[in-house]
Structure formats: structure tokens, C-alpha cells
């Protein structure tokens, strides 16, 4: 009985978290009962996110951001892309949360409560840019199946938590481990609680990195719900997918992590180039690591218009997965002649990078501003879409936006 009573507890804290308000006679409910406001939820309000963000799905949400929404430095909530797989967790209590460490390779099973994880271990804060693998598939011909995310997929914000390897060495890690593979709290969509909805990893490598955090709060603040409250893993600069929500286990692999959308043709793309359309086999697919160089224009909005004889001033962001952004540019003639721009260092290491200029125009008309990064290898951004792959992953292509000189 107090078992279930304490589940209806969190359960009611849960609902008044998303609903925003107090859930008046919420004890009164039947069990298994869901209040009308979040039967045809407005995801902007449950999730307090920009009414601008563009809805890709609900079933699980997907939400992306368009590129004038990613204009601050650091991403607040309100503008940052939500990808799902499975349902949101419903009745999450901080303070009955643990993390446990097993695997093949672990030199002893260990088990933290959330607590402990935050009085035990240094605390850490970084910007890291996380963005979908499928960032850009809307542009892929033949079409790729997928979210068919433009270019709002991507966000950086300031994350707090324990280092990674500080917990796994903590633990013990054996000289076999090879992956590490995270595990979570969100549901399957079929309702099978033997399903998980997503489970992925990273080499030791990477997990050992610095900046590959156990996060308890972004921005300052406690995680939202839908981004991972009240624990998770963010490793920035590899596809999103690594840095996994709700995560409860944490498993130091002697293999490479074979979880739900790690096997298959899920986040791989191939490993030598294809013929757009061609299938692939799955032993042809390789893991995607790092992420490509990459930027994006955030000020103006794609279709500014202004006087002839002024300056445009154009802002955004780039980065390059675990590289630097070494240099920046923008063409307004469709890219036979490029102009370099100001670029920052980065705030740490795997934080994006902001870029500005001012842009000047010959005569009045229409224009196309495309922006390229080049990244601390001397690789640069292609102009138009990158190779095709059969799930639509590294869409690269320069950005751009319209401009009218009247």
C-alpha cells in the first residue's frame, strides 16, 4: 500500500510539473487516469519551448528549432531541439534515483544514489554541443526515413555534472573494457517493458574524456523532464543519441555496446561511398564518432530585407565534433568567392563557436548569404549536400539565407 501510494505521489508531481499548475483533487483520480490537458497536450506549454519550434512528431515528440531561434551563446530551454524514441518518464523522484555500474568489465557492481553522485564526486560544468545525427535529412534525395529534421537539431548549453570516468573508475574498470552502454527509464512506444526504447554508447575513449559528463542540471538549473531530468549522460561532439536521457545503468562493455539502435543501419552510415538509392549491407555501415564540421546562421531570418548602400550584419555558430573551428566564411555569390568572417575560440573544448560579419552588396537585388566553416584539419563544409546514405545522417551542406537590397 505505501508503495503505491508513494508511485501516486510522484506520479501527481509529475502531471503538476507538465500541466504547470496544481492538480486540484489529483488525489482524487482513478488509477491510471491521465488529466485531459495532457491527453492533447500543447507541446510549447508542456515543455515550455518557443512557439516557433516545429513539431516533427508526437509519438515520441520530436521538436526542432529554426535557425533564428539558436541565436544566443548558450541555448536556453526554451529553443533547444527534443529528440525521443521512446515515452517520456512519468513519476521521477531525485531523491530515490540510482545509477548502477555493472558489465563484463567492471571490477565491482556499484550502485549511487543521486546524492551521493553529487557529494562524492567533483562537480563539473561545460558547453557542449549535441546535435542530431539526422540534422539536414529533410534535404536528402532520394529521401531518407527518419525525422525529417531541417537544421534545428542542434543546441549548446552549459551542463553540470560528475565526470564520467571519475564514476567508472570509482567502480574499477578492467583492462578488457572496450564500450560503454547506457540504459534508461523512458518506455518502449509498443508498451513492452522488455523493450528498450534506445540504448547506445561510446568507445572507453571517449567516456574517459574530460568533458563526457554524468549531468544533474543545465543552464543552471535542474535538467527539464524532457531532456533528462534528473540524470544524464552528455557526451558533446558525437551524435546526440550518445548522450543518453533518464539513465539509471551504465555498462562497461568487454565489446562494442550492441543495444537498440546500435546494431543495424542506426547512426552508421557506409563505410565507403554509395550511389544515392543503393542498399547497403549491415556489414557495410560504420559508427558514427565525431561529428562533421558544420555552421549555421542565426541573425538574420532567412528573407531580410534592406537599403542599398547598408551593411548587413550576419551572426551564427560552427562547430566540428571533437575538432576546432579554424576558419569561417561567407559567400554572396553563390560561392565562387568567399570572405573570410570573425570567429571565437570556443568557451572549452567541444562548445560551439560564434562567428560574425559585416556584409556588403554591390546593387540591389536578390542574394543568397552561405556561410562555411573549416574545421582544424583544413576539412570544410561541402557547398550542397554531402554523400547520400540510406538513413539521411551528416547533412553538412553549407547554410544559407535570402536577402533583397531595395
Not at 551504465?250 to 554509395?274: F, L
Not at 550576419?314 to 568572417?341: N, P, Q
Not at 560564434?354 to 548569404?369: D, I, L, Q, R, T
Not at 540510406?390 to 539565407?401: F, Q, T, V
Request: aromatic content about 8%; proline content about 6%.
Amino acid at each position: 500500500m505505501k508503495r503505491r501510494e508513494f508511485v501516486k505521489k510522484a506520479t501527481l508531481s509529475s502531471f503538476t510539473a507538465l500541466i504547470g499548475a496544481e492538480l486540484v483533487f489529483g488525489s482524487k483520480m482513478l488509477e491510471g487516469y491521465k488529466p485531459l490537458a495532457l491527453q492533447d497536450p500543447d507541446p510549447f506549454k508542456m515543455f515550455n519551448k518557443n512557439p516557433e519550434m516545429v513539431v516533427l512528431n508526437d509519438k515520441p515528440w520530436n521538436i526542432e528549432a529554426q535557425a533564428h531561434l539558436l541565436d544566443d551563446k548558450i541555448t536556453p530551454n526554451s529553443c533547444m531541439f527534443i529528440r525521443n524514441n521512446g515515452f517520456v518518464p512519468e513519476g521521477i523522484d531525485p531523491n530515490s534515483w540510482t545509477l548502477t555500474i555493472d558489465g563484463e568489465s567492471v571490477v565491482r557492481e556499484k550502485t549511487y544514489t543521486l546524492a551521493e553522485l553529487k557529494s562524492k564526486f567533483q562537480h563539473h560544468t561545460y558547453q557542449l554541443t549535441l546535435e542530431c545525427g539526422g540534422n539536414g535529412r529533410s534535404e536528402f534525395d532520394p529521401p531518407a526515413k527518419g525525422n525529417q529534421w531541417t537544421v534545428g537539431a542542434v543546441h549548446c548549453a552549459s551542463w553540470t555534472g560528475v565526470r564520467l570516468k571519475d564514476v567508472l573508475e570509482d567502480a574499477g574498470i578492467k583492462s578488457s573494457a572496450v564500450y560503454i552502454g547506457y540504459h534508461a527509464v523512458d518506455k518502449h512506444l509498443s508498451g513492452d517493458p522488455k523493450k528498450e526504447p534506445i540504448s547506445r554508447g561510446c568507445p572507453m575513449s571517449k567516456a574517459l574524456q574530460d568533458e563526457t559528463l554524468l549531468a544533474f542540471q543545465m543552464n543552471g538549473k535542474d535538467i527539464p523532464l524532457v531532456h533528462g531530468h534528473p540524470l544524464r549522460l552528455v557526451a558533446g561532439g558525437w551524435p546526440a543519441s550518445v548522450s543518453g536521457k533518464w539513465v539509471d545503468r551504465i555498462s562497461i562493455r568487454n565489446k562494442v555496446h550492441d543495444g537498440t539502435k546500435m546494431t543495424g543501419t542506426a547512426y552508421r552510415v557506409p563505410c565507403e561511398p554509395v550511389a544515392p538509392g543503393e542498399k547497403v549491407k549491415d556489414e557495410d555501415m560504420c559508427i558514427i564518432e565525431s561529428m562533421p564540421v558544420k555552421s549555421l546562421i542565426t541573425y538574420p531570418k532567412t528573407g531580410a530585407m534592406i537599403n542599398k548602400g547598408k551593411a548587413l550584419k550576419i551572426r551564427g555558430h560552427a562547430w566540428a565534433g571533437e575538432l576546432e573551428v579554424a576558419k569561417m566564411e561567407y559567400s554572396i555569390d553563390f560561392g565562387s568567392t568567399w570572405t573570410e568572417c570573425s570567429v571565437e575560440k570556443p568557451a572549452n573544448r567541444l562548445a560551439w563557436q560564434h562567428f560574425s560579419a559585416n556584409v556588403e552588396f554591390p546593387k540591389s537585388g536578390y542574394y543568397e548569404v552561405w556561410a562555411r566553416a573549416t574545421d582544424s584539419n583544413g576539412i570544410s563544409q561541402p557547398m550542397l549536400l554531402p554523400g547520400w546514405n540510406p538513413k539521411g545522417y551528416l547533412n553538412n551542406a553549407c547554410h544559407r539565407i535570402a536577402v533583397k537590397v531595395k
